[in-house]
């Protein structure tokens, strides 16, 4: 887990980099009940297969999963339910226009502590074709033999 300015990373979502094409991003709070909390705590969560919808005006974190705190009583701890984002109205006024656009969606892109709250990092993406994700990776190795050579000169 990374920290940095009073941020501490609990779940980053590295395929959404590799699967989209990130535009703009935004933060926002989430809606969780005690014992979801105590266990990002814990590190007990994954965004894997996840995604951000809108209902009525509102937006959603669908499919992640928040395993359920060991030392809880509750009975009823659904570890997939659909969790609330709190944005603001222009956040969700934006939002709304963006994936009204052709190919556009919104989506998780890690979920952290700052300064003691939960927060989740969205962004409006569109998903990558196969032939962009060849030429991601050949860019990357491209890359990397470049700075090999660097580091055999210097």
């Given amino acids: 887990m990374a920290e940095k300015e009073g941020i501490k990373i609990i779940i980053d979502n ?3 980099k590799r699967e989209f094409e990130l535009f703009d991003f935004f933060e926002a709070g989430l809606v969780l009940q005690g ?3 105590k266990s990002l705590r814990e590190g007990g969560g994954s965004l894997r297969e996840s995604y951000v919808r809108e209902s009525r005006n509102e937006w959603f974190l669908v499919g992640a999963n928040i395993s359920p705190y060991k030392y809880s009583r509750v009975d009823e701890m659904n570890e997939r339910r659909d969790r609330k984002l709190l944005l603001s109205k ?3 006024a934006t939002l709304k226009a963006v994936t009204e656009r ?3 969606t919104v989506v998780p892109i890690k979920l952290y502590f ?4 939960v927060k989740i990092e969205v962004a409006t993406a569109r998903g990558k074709k196969l032939h962009d994700k060849r030429q991601d990776v050949k860019k990357r190795e491209a890359d990397r033999a470049i700075q090999r050579e ?3 000169r210097n």
């Fill in 114 to 117: 700052k300064n003691g709250l």
């Fill in 90 to 92: 222009k956040e969700i």
């Fill in 14 to 16: 590295r395929s959404s």
């Fill in 35 to 37: 014992w979801e909390v």
């Fill in 102 to 104: 052709k190919g556009l």
């Fill in 150 to 152: 660097l580091s055999k």
